[in-house]
């Protein structure tokens, strides 16, 4: 069964509303491989999921760098 965008688009918003995340970013991708040009918010939480990436890879790279150098 099809869904359409619009439909898509309420859920994500109720995932957001609802702190769900995960089901936020799977319609997020849904969406976004759909084609549809991404609204103002869709936009604003792909960044933030970007920038928590970023953030973890960071916290990641630091931790490697205090193991190698004996300290913690």
Do not use: P, V, Y
Not at 34 to 52: H, P, T, Y
Request: proline content about 0%.
């Amino acid at each position: 069964m099809t869904k359409s965008i619009a439909e898509l688009r309420r859920w994500f918003l109720t995932a957001l509303e609802e702190s769900n995340t995960s089901q936020a970013t799977q319609l997020l991708l849904t969406i976004h491989k759909s084609g549809a040009k991404l609204s103002w918010i869709e936009k604003l939480f792909r960044d933030k999921l970007k920038g928590d990436r970023r953030l973890q890879e960071q916290s990641q790279a630091a931790w490697a760098q205090c193991a190698w150098s004996g300290e913690r």
